[in-house]
């Protein structure tokens, strides 16, 4: 047992009144109450300003900067304030003592005249920041404890996105997603960790590297910035009614690429070789993470169905109670897959897909609207959150090492791994694909590559190392950098590429408070066609999930009795539920397939509408689309979606700029 | 500066691993993370459960325990099973050693071998159960900071409270109100505080008292359970559409009282005489506290009302940035509050009743339900998790002190106090009041004392010393026995006093649904001539609101230019919201005091309906309200309820009995 010297250092600021030292003890917590407060209250303004200047935008139509774009300048601004403009000069006595300890615990017990104190590890300090820690109390606490990303933040985000995939489409385009966020990711990967690593080697020649930098670290690095969230470019494509299959590709892969960076970049930090040289190549280790890998990840998965299938809720009568408990079982999804060494953002992004798929279906109509609404607000607030914190850490953070060499190198890396993701794989599922992903998609997908909320996580979650401090702070840079050019130029890109939206936001806007996304490019009608067209793979799930899960699990779609062979009977009969039959007559082939049913199908008869409109040029969009669907449950379907049409089609008369439509509010004009 | 005699024990559980360090830290993170996550998912579970068997209840009209006293009881059976069936032997080395310290600071900087960690105080350990605390950790695990019950789990159920308050019923018996919540608290707190001192003398006599226990600390007592929460009686009368008065009285009282025994508690804390024995009387500290306590209250006040009339939103657009910018601002009143040294729940509940008032008018429909929705969840969540949290401390607190004497002395005074509060009050009161409170009213109120989450929260705050550690274990007896005792025998008092309801559950339900609450008693027809008898005060202020503060603060009431005298002309158009003209037609005698205006006034006509079915020998009701309203606002509203009436005036046909309602969901029976 090594007993080293030990220094404790006592930064006390009543260091002088040992009289009423309770007093004291309670002035002291008070203080540090208000200084909480008051940390936690400039996040609320920045996210306050934040809203306030988005509603500024929508408002003027200016579509340059998202929110999160807006919320990291904000971020940033208040960090420089913190940093530069505020000292508080304070009055510290600092006693040193030396005594004989050994490594340090987690829990210390002091005892000072007979009152023992407990102590936690907060974590080590970096050597040379130590007399800066009076200077710094203020910076260090604006800064959270990383793993309330992990615990707090991320899983409403990761949820939201699971709960909100556009099913039919991001199944349709199952195959290619899985591709682009499986393969994809992992080639990314190694091709960013490759490239780092030369670039390591490099420095190493040069002698621009002061630490340690092995090749795990590199992989490591890889992994991070291979998740992608182009939550911007998708509110834009949202806003401007972008193709949708181009939509649901480029978000079924950053939600999917998300949940295999969180695990991949774990497996690697799990790779461990044994023996003295712990960073040499070792094939067992390395099978050892690959089998950890497939294990994490698909216990994850299995978990995260699970709770979404086995969410029953039968208390339609308590809309209240069932928000409640679907808002608790999304939880606790996540954290049981974390008690059990799972990720517990993988299980909450299947689970969040299977709840919208099943349970949804469960709920009352009062309490669809509400768990929507609630996943929506977390979601917003979570994700403007972190965007503003990320500004703010560039400022604030302590241990950043900017080397501008493994910055550029790390922007070029990220470039090309992208570019392997996204070409080749392109490239050979367009062999087996019938509706081709066309090159300008595949452009615009590569440039739709913004790195966001996960990254920023997985990399602020570690910064002990000299490594891990240099990529958490190229990684910050790569993501300001994606976030503000590439976010900000989106519809540039999207002109150049001559991919069509609809140029008035206005309409979009609307659009997009029913939850429809999206207008089908011209070339473009196969979705009308799904059931004739899609892969083979689609349509046998389509089937079974239609005909015996949708029964079992749901009080929708057709009751087993009708379904299964005449000799399972009974068991259909108890599997079924009784409303079920109720509905039978209605909902004989009910398409439910996406969140909001009517709306979509409001939406499908709608993109035609406009795209006729628009082009003039559309002619067999109408049948192929009463082949999906009955015609009485179309008829159903128009009377209900009756007063959206007349309004999507009073709009569409308009020309498509960016005039002002004559039903906006006048007030709002007059009291800005 | 004395030195003193300075130990360190290390809880160390990987000791002897001094390899691959970095590795063991990280793996002993992950462990706990891991353990974080378990002991979060056990709270998460305990919330389920409760609202499972709440859902039940409900179900089967079980009404003797509330949905709290439920949470309770699953949290008495968690905190058994933790403390008794759990035993994880570890393998901990203590490592004790000496070194010359002065008192405890709030961090440590301690340098091991060039690398420096952080320590934070954690808190005081009990000298006795220093021994145990390997044992304990689990234990101490699941123990929160209290700092959370003020700064997380309080904030929303307050501001429910203030969202919720039923104005029109509130402002009617604001006189009475305000004499039970200021008065009657600190009457209560008085008695209490001098009967406990009483108590506390002679266990000095008799040798029962181990610590300090001063009259200050029992003043402090006194003045924590003085503060009511009768969320479970509230329930009840709800459900059964007990008489509105008295539901405001209750109401108002307990969501007032709260703010007053925060604030009082407070005060009695900042009494410091001065010189040496600082336990002496003091005229000179007393008014201290004194000013501190109008100080911090009118303080909060103003700054909770302040940002509640400041919340303009005009975002009418964005129902999504609407509500988060609502919720942002209520919790920004919070932290303001506490940043500048008022009390944060005090301001909260008031930025509630003003943002109820004026903002909520501003608000677009869409984000009316939102709001109401989403805080209506946190608080269910809040609520429910405080209780089960309350019940779990029963056995996982580590530093209980049950002193028999002092626990008895403590139900005699809590009984005594409220006794002092409510009987000379009401008599009082009765005095100046036209419509009397009945003595049945003011058994009722009596009853109806119970002690919740404000109190618990209170106790828990602070128990480091001797006294705290009682107070707190007597405290959460109190509760207990209030909850489960007073609660559970809501209905049986009811009955007892002959304070009419309504028998039939599942018609309160929906009366709840449509937030209406209940049904005038046969005599008490005072409430349909509210602008004719009721205080000249309440009318100056009604008026005032009506004509000035709502034209200029929210879209809805008259326009200035109509109230205000010509010579103001230019001023009342500049003030006045463009909507206003708009609505001025429609809007002429709009009694939009309450949240649902329209669901209001079908209670009154409901209720009239309710009374002439129930007891058929009603005449008056119909003329009186027609003059609190023109007849073509009835007839407006009564077009717009009509689907209301109907449903009820089918129910009311019914027996009032508890048999199951013709329109009761068959399958919820079949499937159970």
């Known amino acids: 047992?090594?007993?080293?010297?030990?220094?404790?250092?006592?930064?006390?600021?009543?260091?002088?009144?040992?009289?009423?030292?309770?007093?004291?003890?309670?002035?002291?917590?008070?203080?540090?109450?208000?200084?909480?407060?008051?940390?936690?209250?400039?996040?609320?303004?920045?996210?306050?300003?934040?809203?306030?200047?988005?509603?500024?935008?929508?408002?003027?139509?200016?579509?340059?900067?998202?929110?999160?774009?807006?919320?990291?300048?904000?971020?940033?601004?208040?960090?420089?304030?913190?940093?530069?403009?505020?000292?508080?000069?304070?009055?510290?006595?600092?006693?040193?003592?030396?005594?004989?300890?050994?490594?340090?615990?987690?829990?210390?017990?002091?005892?000072?005249?007979?009152?023992?104190?407990?102590?936690?590890?907060?974590?080590?300090?970096?050597?040379?920041?130590?007399?800066?820690?009076?200077?710094?109390?203020?910076?260090?606490?604006?800064?959270?404890?990383?793993?309330?990303?992990?615990?707090?933040?991320?899983?409403?985000?990761?949820?939201?996105?699971?709960?909100?995939?556009?099913?039919?489409?991001?199944?349709?385009?199952m195959g290619s997603i899985l591709a682009y966020a499986f393969l994809g990711t992992v080639i990314s990967c190694f091709v960013i960790g490759l490239l780092m690593y030369g670039c390591v080697m490099l420095m190493k020649q040069v002698g621009q590297l002061d630490g340690d930098f092995f090749f795990t670290d590199c992989l490591f690095f890889g992994a991070i910035v291979s998740a992608t969230d182009p939550v911007t470019v998708l509110a834009i494509f949202n806003e401007l009614q972008v193709d949708v299959d181009l939509y649901a590709l480029l978000f079924g892969e950053s939600v999917l690429n998300d949940a295999v960076a969180v695990v991949l970049s774990s497996s690697i930090v799990a790779y461990q070789p044994q023996g003295d040289n712990s960073h040499t190549f070792e094939v067992m280790a390395m099978l050892k993470s690959f089998g950890m890998f497939l294990g994490v990840f698909s216990g994850s998965f299995a978990l995260g169905v699970a709770t979404g299938v086995f969410t029953f809720t039968k208390l339609r009568d308590f809309p209240l109670l069932e928000t409640a408990l679907f808002f608790l079982m999304s939880w606790s999804t996540f954290l049981l897959a974390e008690a059990c060494g799972f990720t517990g953002v993988v299980a909450v992004l299947f689970c969040g897909i299977t709840q919208a798929h099943y349970t949804f279906n469960n709920l009352s109509p009062d309490s669809q609207d509400r768990t929507k609404q609630l996943f929506e607000l977390l979601n917003f607030l979570a994700e403007n959150f972190i965007f503003s914190y990320m500004g703010l850490t560039l400022f604030t953070f302590q241990n950043h090492v900017f080397n501008p060499m493994f910055i550029v190198g790390a922007f070029v890396a990220v470039f090309l791994g992208r570019a392997a993701n996204i070409y080749p794989l392109s490239f050979l599922l367009n062999l087996g694909r019938r509706n081709k992903i066309r090159s300008n998609f595949q452009h615009m997908m590569m440039f739709a590559g913004l790195r966001g909320a996960m990254t920023f996580a997985l990399s602020i979650r570690d910064t002990a190392t000299y490594a891990r401090q240099m990529m958490f702070s190229t990684t910050l840079l790569v993501v300001f950098f994606t976030v503000w050019i590439c976010g900000g130029g989106t519809t540039q890109m999207l002109s150049c590429q001559r991919i069509r939206y609809l140029s008035n936001p206005l309409l979009g806007n609307m659009l997009h408070r029913t939850a429809l996304v999206g207008v089908d490019s011209d070339q473009d009608n196969s979705r009308r066609s799904t059931k004739h067209e899609s892969a083979w793979l689609f349509r046998i799930w389509y089937n079974f999930d239609h005909n015996y899960l949708k029964p079992i699990l749901t009080h929708s779609g057709p009751p087993l009795t009708a379904t299964l062979p005449p000799c399972c009977g009974p068991l259909a009969r108890i599997l079924t539920s009784p409303q079920a039959y109720e509905n039978e007559c209605q909902l004989k082939d009910d398409d439910s397939d996406l969140i909001l049913t009517d709306g979509d199908i409001n939406l499908t008869y709608g993109d035609i509408t406009v795209s006729t409109d628009a082009s003039g040029a559309h002619t067999s969009s109408g049948p192929a689309f009463a082949g999906g669907a009955t015609s009485d449950d179309l008829d159903r379907e128009l009377t209900y979606g009756d007063h959206e049409l007349v309004m999507r089609g009073t709009r569409l008369v308009l020309p498509m700029d960016d005039s002002e439509p004559p039903f906006t509010d006048p007030h709002h004009r007059l009291r800005m």
């Open 1 to 173: 047992m090594a007993i080293r010297n030990f220094i404790i250092r006592v930064l006390d600021y009543n260091y002088y009144h040992h009289a009423m030292e309770n007093i004291v003890t309670e002035k002291k917590a008070e203080e540090s109450h208000r200084q909480d407060s008051a940390d936690l209250l400039i996040f609320i303004m920045l996210l306050t300003l934040t809203i306030l200047t988005i509603w500024l935008f929508k408002h003027r139509r200016f579509r340059f900067l998202h929110e999160t774009g807006l919320a990291m300048i904000y971020g940033v601004l208040v960090g420089v304030v913190l940093r530069y403009g505020i000292h508080v000069p304070r009055d510290i006595s600092n006693a040193t003592l030396s005594c004989p300890v050994n490594a340090s615990p987690a829990t210390l017990l002091i005892n000072v005249s007979g009152k023992f104190y407990e102590y936690t590890l907060k974590g080590e300090i970096n050597a040379n920041e130590v007399d800066d820690v009076q200077d710094n109390e203020m910076l260090r606490k604006v800064t959270f404890d990383p793993e309330v990303f992990f615990n707090i933040l991320l899983p409403p985000i990761i949820f939201h996105a699971g709960y909100s995939l556009k099913r039919r489409h991001f199944f349709r385009n």
